[in-house]
């Protein structure tokens, strides 16, 4: 079983609705969770940062963690055609040291 | 957030050749910088771990003499490809961790490399 699993998409939605991206693990040392974002031949852009199980918002994102049942999520809002990229969940353990990268969820908003 | 930048963005080069890709923290210092590399469509695949002034820590399978890695100043990593072969044509992307932050970690826009 793989650290990090996403499903990888595509993910296709039309403009204007909430996407769902998900990501489960299994090491329970991680604590920390980021989500970024990477258009095509572009590095990864942090989004969104957290910590402890709960929701958590920013505009038109909200991440929310679940640590009991091990799975996270990113929501965003009223989604745009610019929100087409390659979603990656990546959980970080307390120690500050590996992160561990989720495969990326493909998303494409279609306008 | 923070600014990490990579130099060069695109770089061409016969088999055989030694290749330098800098990453710099632009507005902060970084004492752990990693190095990254993806294949198209893949995710991810972590090369190595860069604690400014020690040696490099490699992960598995990963050839330490092939991919150099120097951070010789809290700002300033670097990634040299040496003896560059065609299988070595890849993204390189290198981020970097803010110094007693809370672990957040920021990516340069990446180095695509292509040997000829």
């Known amino acids: 079983q793989k650290e990090v699993e996403q499903d990888p998409g595509p993910l296709s939605v039309p403009e204007g609705a909430i996407v769902s991206l998900n990501c489960t693990y299994s090491?329970?040392?991680?604590?920390?969770f980021m989500w970024y974002r990477q258009y095509s031949r572009k590095g990864p852009e942090l989004l969104m940062y957290t910590y402890s199980s709960g929701n958590k918002e920013d505009g038109r994102f909200t991440a929310q963690v679940d640590k009991s049942s091990k799975y996270i999520s990113l929501f965003i809002r009223d989604s745009q055609p610019s929100d087409s990229a390659t979603y990656l969940c990546a959980p970080l353990e307390a120690s500050y040291q590996k992160v561990t990268f989720g495969t990326g969820t493909k998303l494409q908003v279609i306008p | 957030g923070a600014v990490v930048s990579q130099h060069p963005s695109w770089v061409i080069c016969k088999s055989g050749t030694s290749v330098k890709i800098e990453c710099r923290s632009l507005?902060?210092?970084?004492?752990?910088m990693f190095w990254y590399r993806q294949f198209p469509k893949q995710s991810l695949m972590l090369m190595a771990t860069s604690n400014e002034g020690s040696k490099a820590t490699y992960e598995q399978g990963v050839e330490k003499d092939k991919f150099l890695i120097n951070h010789a100043s809290l700002t300033l990593s670097t990634l040299t490809v040496t003896s560059a072969h065609p299988e070595d044509s890849s993204f390189y992307i290198c981020?970097?961790?803010?110094?007693?932050?809370?672990?957040?970690?920021?990516f340069g826009e990446g180095s695509r490399l292509t040997v000829l």
């Open positions: 981020s970097a961790r803010t110094s007693g932050s809370s672990g957040e970690l920021f």
């Open positions: 507005d902060f210092q970084a004492t752990t």
């Open positions: 090491n329970s040392a991680f604590q920390y």
